[in-house]
C-alpha cells in the first residue's frame, strides 16, 4: 500500500504563491506517474497536472498553464506543486495521486490508485 501525505496549503491573496508538496512512503515505489486535482465546493474533480515519474514529461491543465509547475524528487520520493499568479478561481482542495499503472489519458481520475487526504488552498481576491 502507498501512503500519499500532501503539504503547504493555506490562504493567500490573489497574485501570490504557494508551494504543494505530496510526500509517497509505504511498500517500494514504484509509480508510473503522480498527479494533482482539485475539487472546488459544488464542482466536480478536475486535473491540475501530472508528471511522469521515470521521464518528468508534464502535462498541464489549460488554467493552470504558465502559472504552476509540477516537479518531483526521485529520492524524497515527493511530488511538488508550485502555483504563481494565484487567482480566487483556484481555491478548491488539492489532492495528489499516483498509479502504477499505464493511462491512455492521465488527465482523468479514475486510473489513479492512491490518493492523499487533500490540502485546502484559498486565494483572497
Known amino acids: 500500500q502507498v501512503q500519499l501525505v500532501e503539504s503547504g496549503g493555506g490562504l493567500v491573496q490573489a497574485g501570490g504563491s504557494l508551494r504543494l508538496s505530496c510526500a509517497a512512503s509505504?511498500?517500494?515505489?514504484?509509480?508510473?506517474?503522480m498527479g494533482w486535482f482539485r475539487q472546488a465546493p459544488g464542482k466536480e474533480r478536475e486535473f491540475v497536472a501530472h508528471?511522469?515519474?521515470?521521464?518528468?514529461?508534464?502535462l498541464y491543465a489549460r488554467s493552470v498553464a504558465g502559472r504552476f509547475t509540477i516537479s518531483r524528487d526521485n529520492a524524497k520520493n515527493t511530488v511538488y506543486l508550485q502555483m504563481n499568479s494565484l487567482k480566487p478561481e483556484d481555491t478548491a482542495v488539492y489532492f495528489c495521486?499516483?498509479?502504477?499503472?499505464?493511462?491512455?489519458?492521465?488527465?482523468?481520475?479514475?486510473?489513479?490508485?492512491?490518493w492523499g487526504q487533500g490540502t485546502q488552498v484559498t486565494v483572497s481576491s
Open positions: 495521486a499516483a498509479t502504477d499503472r499505464y493511462l491512455s489519458d492521465y488527465r482523468t481520475s479514475f486510473g489513479y490508485d492512491y
Open positions: 509505504g511498500r517500494t515505489f514504484s509509480s508510473r506517474a
Open positions: 508528471i511522469m515519474w521515470s521521464t518528468a514529461t508534464t
